[in-house]
């Protein structure tokens, strides 16, 4: 059964650049799709990317322009990069895995909050 | 964008009630739509894809229905351990796009 775990900073200075990691265990990362997804207090769950295990991504138009996927099949991981966030980004963040059009794995979550 | 829109927001009810969740798009998806239960610091749970295929390892309760814009989940006999919050989620075509998402409370 595949399990995710997400890490990282769970605190971040605004402008700063939020980097988080997903770590795959269980089953291969390879062969699959891998997104992330966020959600703000109160708020509903939003789509922020998805990435192949040979590298290909797309990214949620909202978040294009400051959102960066990347993944080490080798450690069977993926990765977040955010920049210039703002008090906008604080949100629990997921990483999922993306199969036959729905989030088959999810993770628990990791919170985090952009503030000085 | 697709937009998602779930009604309710939240709902009241108790244990053996049936439960009816409604969610809908902004425009077709056929049935392209899924069903999670997010609980509070735990993995989000995959209920039904495909609008009516519920997923391995899902009780029976649960059910899915619908197509193009508008689309149901119910829960036939809600337990203790169904108190949480339901969000549906659009895969027709990205961005992938959630409902605000219903919680169901006591």
């Known amino acids: 059964q595949v399990q995710l775990q997400e890490s990282g900073p769970g605190l971040v200075k605004p402008s700063e650049t939020l980097s988080l990691t997903c770590t795959v265990s269980?089953?291969?990362?390879?062969?699959?799709?891998w997104s992330w997804i966020r959600q703000p207090a109160g708020k509903g769950l939003e789509w922020i990317g998805r990435?192949?295990?040979?590298?290909?991504?797309n990214y949620n138009p909202s978040l294009k322009s400051r959102v960066t996927l990347s993944v080490d099949t080798s450690r069977n991981q993926f990765s977040l990069r955010l920049t210039s966030v703002t008090a906008a980004d604080t949100a629990v963040y997921y990483c999922?895995?993306?199969?036959?059009?729905?989030?088959?794995?999810w993770g628990q979550g990791s919170l985090v909050t952009v503030s000085s | 964008d697709i937009q998602m829109t779930q009604s309710p927001s939240s709902l009241s009810a108790s244990v053996g009630d049936r439960v009816t969740i409604t969610c809908r798009a902004s425009q077709s998806i056929s049935t392209y739509l899924n069903w999670y239960q997010l609980k509070p610091r735990k993995a989000p749970k995959l209920l039904i894809y495909a609008a009516s295929s519920l997923q391995s390892g899902v009780p029976s309760r649960f059910s899915g229905s619908g197509s193009g814009t508008d689309f149901t989940l119910t829960i036939s006999s809600l337990q203790p351990e169904d108190f949480a919050t339901y969000s549906c989620q659009q895969s027709y075509d990205s961005p992938w796009t959630f409902g605000q998402g219903t919680q169901v409370e006591i």
């Open positions: 999922a895995r993306l199969a036959d059009h729905c989030f088959d794995a």
């Open positions: 269980g089953n291969s990362i390879t062969n699959y799709y």
């Open positions: 990435i192949y295990t040979s590298g290909s991504t």
